[in-house]
């Protein structure tokens, strides 16, 4: 991979009010794509607000791809259900990683950058990009398109890989 700039983590943390899918609740799990790429939390059997805590671990060749989330239903005796999707772009995330890099040594909780919600980046509320314990991390509840309720909430963190061409 001499193209890779580095990894993205996310930290899939959990859902919130999904949408009701089975008789009484849902089966949820998350699908996280980046162009090619294609990751997958577990299900969590009957529960419309699911604490997933998984990391899933993005290799980033091309910044401008977006990341794309879809939540599903599982379902076994039939195609499993959608429960929305969501879509953000890394840029401003990579462009506070640059800033950092300039700025050097900052306290622990500096806040580098403040992202809007806006109706491209399907955020529910403003996100901080925030330095914390060593590291750029960005925070975000994700409002999911194409159904009637539900957000998803995950944290991104960068990781340089020694070799890369780095951001």
């Known amino acids: 991979m001499e193209d890779l700039m580095g990894l993205l983590r996310l930290h899939v943390k959990r859902g919130v009010n999904l949408a009701i899918r089975d008789v009484s609740s849902s089966d949820p799990y998350a699908v996280v794509r980046m162009g090619k790429q294609k990751l997958k939390t577990r299900v969590v059997k009957k529960n419309v607000n699911p604490e997933w805590n998984e990391d899933l671990t993005l290799s980033v060749t091309d910044p401008t791809l977006p990341v794309k ?8 005796f039939s195609a499993d259900d959608r429960m929305g999707e969501a879509e953000f772009t ?4 990579l462009e506070a990683i ?3 890099h300039q700025l050097g040594g900052l306290p622990e909780g500096t806040i580098i950058m403040k992202v809007q919600p806006t ?8 996100s901080q990009i925030v330095w914390s ?9 994700l409002r999911l398109r194409h159904v009637e309720c539900g957000e998803v909430e995950l944290q991104l ?11």
Do not use: A, H
């Open 133 to 141: 314990k060593g590291k750029i991390v960005q925070d975000m509840f």
């Open 90 to 93: 890394i840029g401003t995330f």
């Open 119 to 126: 109706r491209e980046n399907c955020l529910s509320e403003e």
């Open 69 to 76: 989330i879809t939540v599903y239903d599982r379902d076994i």
């Open 98 to 100: 640059k800033i950092r």
């Open 157 to 167: 963190e960068w990781i340089d890989i020694p070799g890369s061409r780095g951001i």
